[in-house]
Each structure stands twice: as C-alpha cells, then as structure tokens.
C-alpha cells in the first residue's frame, strides 16, 4: 500500500500523473491512498490558502490539475476500483460518540471554517489486484 499524504498537489499536473502512472506498473497486487487539496480552490477559501503558503515558499504546482474528485488521474494512469471522496463526507460518516468525544478535547469554535476546509480536501484511492501487464 502506499499512502500520499499532501504531495501531489506540489508537483505539476505531469509529474504527480507519472508517479501515480508508474505505481500501477511498478506493483502487481498495491492499494494507493492519497489525501490532498481539491475542488475549486479559486473560490475565496482556496485563495487565502494559496496566499498563506506562497510566503513559506509552497508552491500547489498541482493545484489546478485536480479536479473536484480526482478519480480521472487514476483511471488514466490504469488503477482499477478508483474512488474518492471529499474529507466532509468522510468527516460526516464518523460514529458521533467519536466526533464528540474528539470536538470535546480540541475546541472547534469555527465549525463553518472547518467545513470549508474538508471540502478543500479528498481522499482518494486506487486498488488493483493481480493486474498484469504485457509490454510490448
């Protein structure tokens, strides 16, 4: 399994394709999670956000090659059973004991702010099982 976590969206649309590309050729039987920024981010929330990490010298070099799902990239590059799903959704299928367990320890006073951001976000994934390949 290899898991990304914020990477992709700091290479160029190109260069995160051929490393998701190359992880479905390089492994038979691999599960590929990756958690990054999507969705419009030229809305207002996505800007500041650009705007907040130009300073500290990070570049979303991807930022636009994603988009609201981020299924397309994987399905191109041959990862079968390719799924994805915005952070809010994940966020909202959490038993609610743990959610406020969880809001209980961290005091989340800007709920709305919060919202934004998981809807900025997706996790997504591809899984292949016994795939091969013939090159020829």
């Known amino acids: 399994m290899s898991e990304i976590l914020c990477v992709l969206v700091y ?9 998701v590309n190359w992880a479905s050729y390089a492994f ?5 999670v990756n958690y990054e920024q ?8 996505g800007q500041v956000m650009i705007e907040n990490l130009q ?3 990070c570049n979303l070099a991807g930022v636009g090659g994603v988009s609201v799902t981020g299924k397309e990239r994987f399905l191109k590059t041959g990862w079968e059973n ?3 799903l ?3 959704t994940v966020y909202s299928v959490i038993p609610q004991d743990d959610v406020a367990r969880i809001e209980h320890l961290e005091f989340l006073d800007e709920k709305e702010l919060l919202q934004q951001l ?12 016994i795939h091969f390949r013939i090159r020829l």
Do not use: Y
């Open 11 to 19: 290479m160029t649309p190109d260069q995160s394709s051929k490393q």
């Open 28 to 32: 038979h039987t691999a599960m590929f």
């Open 38 to 45: 999507v969705n419009d981010m030229m809305d207002r929330f």
């Open 55 to 57: 300073p500290r010298q």
């Open 82 to 84: 390719v799924d994805a």
């Open 86 to 88: 915005d952070m809010m």
């Open 118 to 129: 998981l809807q900025h976000s997706i996790d997504e994934g591809g899984k292949q099982l």
